[in-house]
Structures are given as C-alpha cells and as structure tokens.
C-alpha cells in the first residue's frame, strides 16, 4: 500500500518556515533563508532543586553528569518523543534563534519514522507546539533522507533507503513519488553502545562511561575481531562508583555488539526478500542507499550488502541526510503548493 508523503496533524496553510529533525542524539533545525541554526546533542538538563530547565543541547553535555544522573533527560526513546515536556524544554532556546531571525511563531516541518504510532506523531506535535510552534506538519525521516542524499524521488524505478539513526533503523522503498514498502526496527546505533557497556560491566565490574563505550564500536566498527592490542577504557567500578580503568579486548566489544548488528541487518534483509518481484529487481539493480549514524560504522555497508546480496551505498554526508532533505522539502513545496489545504 503506497503511503502519504506528508501526514499533518495541523496543515500548513503556507510553506514551513523551518524544518526540524528531532533526534535521538542529535537535534538539527534549518531556517528558511538562514542555513542550519542549530545541530545539537538532544539532551535536557533539569535542576535538582527546582526542577526548571537549566541548559539544553551543547551547554548540557559539557557538563559532568553520570548515565544514571536523573538531572539530565533524553526526551527520545528509539526515535519518537517519550517525554514530551522535556523535548519542548529541548527545542524552546532552539526555536528562539528563529525568532530572532524574525520568525515569531514559525511553522514547522518535523521529521518522523515510519513505524511512529498515531500517539507517538502526536507527541511530535504537540513538544513542537508547547515549543512555540504555530503549526507543524509531519514528514517521514526516509523520505526526507533520500531527499537529502540526492535521491530522484519521482523516479519511475524504485530505490530502497535506510536510514540507521540512534534509536531505530527506518527501511523504505520509494517509487514514483511514494512509499511504496516500509518497515522499521527500533534497533540502532544506541543498542550497540548499550550492549557493549553491559558486557564490560558484566566482565570487568565496571560500568564504562557512555562516550567511552561510544568511541569503541566507532572505532571497532561492525567488522570481525582481529587479533590486536586491548582497549583502555574508562568507567565506574560498580562497588565503589570510583572511576577505574580497565582493559578491553576487540573480541568482546564484538561480540557484544553481534546480536544487536545481526537484528539490524536480519530487518534489512527481511524488507529486500518481501518486495515483489518487479520491485525486487529494480532494487538490486539501483542498490541500497545507507544513511544516518550505521552509515558512519565501519564495515556496517559490507555487512548489509553480505547478508542482503544487494550493492550498498553509504551517503556522503549520513548524519545530516534527513535535515538536509527537510531543507529542501521547505523550497519544492512552497514551489508545489503542497502545503496547501485542500
């Protein structure tokens, strides 16, 4: 069944002044005329007195804080909003830049996946609005991905995306100007960091510190292990909570990570073997276009391309995909009238 381009809980009666892509680890806003005003860690952090916003974004992060700290809040669970009142926190001082550059009450083109729950697209919504937001229409995080890698959209051949973010993996095939298959898996870039912590914590006794665990599976990468020096790593000893430091072989930051890559490459290649015939072919033939963070994963594109037997392409600019994609979207449907009521 072929899916709406752009589903809106509040229609645009005229073209979006700025477009958002809200994050699991990052938050990115583009400005009409202006250029990308913020890309920015998706972090809130709340006073443990009064319970007001304190800072959001890079002033949040820069400041020490442990992964068990409930000062400091994600407002997003596997890329939809789960704390709505912490991601209008997030995007208020965002959305003051807008207004400085004259746009009060700007209407907003936000980003969703595709597997996002009515309920889930509402909360989108309704952080935008308590933000300062006066409407906001909702796009798919895919669609506006292959917009922003350059993707012929209105092709008459279908192509496939998928966009490995931080907390899912958004698969979709899109013909014609449609989405012609979707699929998505809320397993990304953050289970890996997840399940690597736990099993050094679970074998050493110390739970790392997240840029820690962060840094090693960007440096390690979704390849095999091979034979090389230990890892130094930093962390809290589970006991004590005093800060320790540990040695940590490739081999078990590898199998850590293996059922976590083995679920993200198993929905890719679940979401190829489904597609008709017809739109199989065309798919082998135009390849897999890769984006997001599992983008940036060494050895992730051999991986998929392995398991799926199909040529993938990794974008050369992953992270930014989908804001880029939602800058454009803000220029083509002003042009179309798109954001018109019909």
């Known amino acids: 069944m072929k899916l709406s381009l752009f589903s809106s809980f509040n229609r645009v009666f005229s073209a979006p002044d700025i477009a958002i892509d809200l994050g699991t680890a990052n938050t990115r806003l583009y400005a009409s005329g202006h250029g990308l005003i913020a890309d920015e860690p998706s972090m809130v952090k709340f006073s443990a007195e009064s319970g007001t916003v304190e800072s959001v974004g890079n002033i949040a992060v820069q400041q020490p804080f442990t992964d068990h700290d409930k000062d400091f809040v994600s407002p997003l669970r596997q890329g939809v909003v789960a704390d709505v009142e912490a991601a209008s926190a997030l995007l208020h001082p965002l959305f003051k830049r807008a207004r400085w550059l004259g746009f009060s009450r700007p209407r907003v083109l936000a980003c969703a996946p595709t597997d996002a729950r009515e309920e889930e697209r509402e909360a989108l919504v309704e952080a935008t609005r308590r933000a300062g937001a006066s409407a906001v229409a909702l796009a798919p995080e895919p669609l506006a991905a292959a917009i922003g890698i350059g993707m012929d959209v209105a092709s008459v051949y279908a192509q496939m995306i998928v966009d490995i973010g931080d907390g899912v993996t958004d698969i979709a095939v899109i013909r014609s100007g449609s989405l012609v298959a979707t699929s998505a898996v809320r397993v990304a870039c953050s289970n890996l960091i997840t399940s690597v912590s736990q099993a050094i914590m679970e074998k050493h006794n110390v739970e790392p510190y997240h840029r820690e665990a962060e840094r090693l599976i960007w440096k390690i990468g979704a390849g095999r292990a091979n034979a090389s020096l230990p890892y130094v790593v930093a962390g809290a000893d589970c006991n004590t909570g005093s800060q320790r430091r540990i040695y940590v072989h490739r081999r078990e930051v590898t199998?850590?990570?293996?059922?976590?890559?083995?679920?993200?490459?198993?929905?890719?290649?679940?979401?190829?073997?489904?597609?008709?015939?017809?739109?199989?072919?065309?798919?082998?033939?135009?390849?897999?276009?890769?984006t997001g963070g599992g983008a940036c994963l060494p050895g992730m594109a051999d991986l998929i391309a392995a398991e799926t037997r199909v040529d993938v392409h990794p974008a050369k600019n992953p992270l930014r995909a989908v804001i880029n994609g939602a800058r454009q979207m803000l220029v083509t449907g002003a042009q179309t009238d798109i954001w018109a009521v019909s």
């Not at 293996?258 to 890719?268: E, F, G, Q, S």
């Open 255 to 290: 199998d850590a990570m293996v059922p976590v890559l083995n679920t993200i490459v198993t929905a890719i290649r679940d979401a190829v073997k489904d597609l008709p015939p017809e739109i199989g072919c065309e798919i082998i033939e135009s390849g897999i276009h890769l």
